[in-house]
Every structure is written in C-alpha cells, then in structure tokens.
C-alpha cells in the first residue's frame, strides 16, 4: 500500500479560536457541539492520566459523592451514562475498592452501588481538583456571566427534552 499523502496543518492565526471555523460563527449548534468535544477530550485525557479514571467513572463517584447510594439504573440516570457503561465502570471501580455494589433482596434484582470510606476520600480529591479546573475555565467570566450562561444551557436542555430532535 502507498504511503498516505500527508497535508499540512493549518496554523492557528494568532487572535483567532480553535472552534471559530466558518460553521462554527453561523451555528451555534456547530460551536456547542464544537466546545463540547474540547472539553470532553481535554478531561477525558486529564483524568485518564493523572487519575487513571475514565470520564465514564469520574460521573459515576461524583453522582455518588452528593447521593449516598443508587441502585445501578438510578446511578446511570442520575450520572447521564449508558446503563451497560455503568455496569462496566461500576465493576472497574469495585476492583479498585472505591464502590461498593450489593445486591438488594426487597428490591429484586437491583443492585445498591455507594461509596467506600476510601472512594469516598479519593473522591473529595477528585472533586476539588474538578472544582479548580472549572475555575480555570471560567477564570475571564464574570460571575454573573457565567451564571446566565449555565441559565441558558440548562434552558437549552430543556428545549432539547421536549423537541423532537430525532429527525
């Protein structure tokens, strides 16, 4: 097989954003979802490497760290996950004695996941270093900024439930 042609890398012209292409200035679809995948890979790399966590379980031990205990399908709702990626994660986390996992008699097949004493230190750590990287981002917003800017987003999530963005 022949090499692959290689194309040069567009340089960032100085002033300019990554995510300020041509689509992403005529739609704000294209520069949310744009920032979004920023974000998503820059922590998912963050926490992979410096807490050998997956975004996956980083939702999960925060979920848990502000509810004390879930059954797995209320966790994987609460945290926004896939059920199955929960299951996983939920499995991974066990291994490594941050959660626990029991199953319940009085609820059928459930199973009641919750920190241990030891997911529940590391997970204060977790969420500081998670609070600190917030501020980071955020550190050119004014407060009241940034406040409306979570109004809307929480507001656009709202339009999203009840839109039928299927089609």
């Given at each position: 097989?022949?090499?692959?042609?290689?194309?040069?890398?567009?340089?960032?012209?100085?002033?300019?954003?990554?995510?300020?292409?041509?689509?992403?200035?005529?739609?704000v679809?294209?520069?949310?979802?744009?920032?979004?995948?920023?974000?998503?890979?820059?922590?998912?790399?963050?926490?992979?490497?410096?807490?050998?966590?997956?975004t996956?379980?980083?939702?999960?031990l925060?979920?848990?760290?502000?509810?004390e205990?879930?059954?797995?399908?209320?966790?994987?709702?609460?945290?926004?996950?896939?059920?199955a990626?929960?299951?996983?994660?939920l499995?991974?986390?066990?291994?490594?004695k941050?959660?626990?996992?029991?199953?319940?008699?009085?609820?059928?097949?459930?199973?009641?996941?919750?920190?241990?004493?030891?997911?529940?230190?590391?997970?204060?750590?977790?969420?500081?270093?998670?609070?600190?990287?917030e501020?980071?981002?955020?550190?050119?917003?004014?407060?009241?900024?940034?406040?409306?800017?979570?109004?809307?987003?929480?507001?656009?999530?709202?339009?999203?439930?009840?839109?039928?963005?299927?089609?």
């Amino acid at each position: 097989m022949p090499p692959s042609k290689g194309f040069p890398v567009r340089e960032i012209t100085p002033g300019r954003s990554r995510v300020a292409g041509m689509l992403a200035r005529d739609h704000v679809a294209v520069l949310m979802s744009t920032i979004g995948m920023r974000l998503s890979r820059g922590a998912m790399a963050y926490y992979r490497a410096a807490w050998n966590i997956s975004t996956v379980e980083w939702r999960l031990l925060m979920t848990l760290n502000s509810i004390e205990s879930l059954n797995v399908s209320e966790l994987s709702d609460a945290a926004d996950v896939d059920k199955a990626a929960a299951s996983r994660s939920l499995a991974l986390l066990q291994e490594r004695k941050l959660v626990s996992v029991e199953q319940t008699r009085s609820r059928g097949r459930a199973a009641i996941a919750k920190l241990t004493a030891e997911g529940r230190k590391f997970t204060a750590k977790l969420a500081q270093v998670s609070r600190e990287r917030e501020a980071r981002l955020f550190k050119d917003f004014a407060a009241a900024d940034k406040d409306r800017l979570n109004a809307l987003l929480h507001q656009l999530s709202q339009a999203l439930d009840g839109a039928d963005w299927d089609h």
